[in-house]
């Protein structure tokens, strides 16, 4: 088991994490990215698509797997009244350098339709913040995820 840990930590690439790190943790992620996408009062298919994506991507699931712990993470986001508890457990959860690769996939679920809403602008600065992150930070991740949509 220790060895385990030791290779899951150490041998991995920075911005990918096992999926039994814990269930938890991941639903939290998820379910903050669903919020981010929610907050212009709608979520388009092209949002749940790239968080689906993601979600398969960074914890190394299949597409089934990433479908089924979206909708774990949808049940708890539409019964969080704060997206709060959320940021709190990632503070406390993940390193500056995860939260940052957590911070790049909320910019990319934001701006996935092309259009950002002011809504969303101020939910990054407030999730930024909850996180404790940069500004600085923000705004690099920001472009960062512009430039993979094909946006700058």
Do not use: P
């Amino acid at each position: 088991m220790v060895v385990k840990f030791i290779k899951n930590r150490f041998f991995q690439s920075d911005n990918v994490k096992e999926i039994d790190k814990n269930r938890d943790d991941t639903i939290n992620i998820i379910a903050l990215l669903i919020e981010a996408s929610a907050i212009d009062g709608r979520i388009d298919d092209d949002e749940k698509l790239k968080i689906i994506d993601m979600v398969s991507q960074y914890f190394k699931v299949n597409r089934e797997e990433a479908d089924t712990l979206y909708k774990e993470a949808r049940i708890k986001q539409e019964e969080s009244t704060s997206f709060h508890s959320f940021t709190s457990k990632i503070h406390q959860t993940y390193s500056y350098k995860e939260k940052i690769n957590i911070l790049e996939m909320l910019w990319e679920v934001v701006l996935v339709n092309k259009d950002l809403h002011d809504f969303e602008s101020s939910l990054m600065r407030r999730i930024c913040g909850l996180l404790h992150l940069k500004d600085t930070d923000n705004g690099i991740v920001k472009k960062r995820a512009m430039k993979k949509l094909n946006l700058s």
